[in-house]
């Protein structure tokens, strides 16, 4: 987490006064040597500005770069913090292989084959309404069938003299009905 973003200072060498290995008489010149030759290096180092600037809040032009400068100047390795990762060499959209375009020939010719398939379809389509209509019709046939054969199943009692009618109460009268010969 702590390479996340690059500091300017180094606090691997702070000595805070603890006794540790900084104080010691015994590594002076050790010490002087080490120095001198982290002085030399910083001298020697060139820095080298990338050709964009980096999207980082607050990145100021006199930190070092390091690992080669990639074609728009973002790095990989040290300053990332992910060792694995590649400098990019290209952008990511120049890497996607384009789809070529059809000819007209088979443009004529896909459009063609839709056109035979919606017909198709639309013949098929056709045919079950069909089918369903002449089902509906059948269905219907059989019922108008089946009651008349009810009817006619039906015990029957003729009425001949007009005073039983009278005699009738109307909820009795209209359960009658009149039966053709």
């Given amino acids: 987490m702590a390479n996340e973003v690059a500091n300017p200072i180094d606090f691997r060498f702070l000595d805070e006064g603890l006794g540790g290995p900084l104080n010691n008489p015994k590594n002076k010149r050790k010490r002087r040597e080490d120095e001198e ?7 020697a180092m060139e820095i080298v500005q990338p050709a964009k600037k980096a999207a980082i809040g607050g ?7 390091y690992g080669k400068p990639t074609y728009d100047g973002t790095l990989a390795g040290k300053v990332s913090g992910r060792k694995w990762k590649q400098p990019k060499t290209c952008r990511a959209a ?9 000819t007209l020939e088979e443009l004529n010719r896909t459009r063609e084959i839709k ?39 039906q015990p029957v009692q003729r ?23």
């Fill in 115 to 153: 056109k035979a398939y919606k017909a198709r379809m639309h013949e098929l389509k056709e045919q079950i309404r069909l089918n369903k209509r002449a089902k509906r019709e059948q269905v219907e046939l059989r019922k108008k069938i089946k009651h008349e054969n009810e009817i006619r199943s």
């Fill in 59 to 65: 990145a100021t032009d006199s930190k070092p770069v």
């Fill in 37 to 43: 030759e982290r002085a030399a290096e910083e001298s």
């Fill in 159 to 181: 009425i001949t003299n007009p005073k039983t009618l009278k005699k009738m109460s109307k909820k009795q009268r209209k359960l009658l009905r009149v039966i053709p010969d």
């Fill in 94 to 102: 120049a890497l996607k292989v384009t789809g070529r375009k059809s």
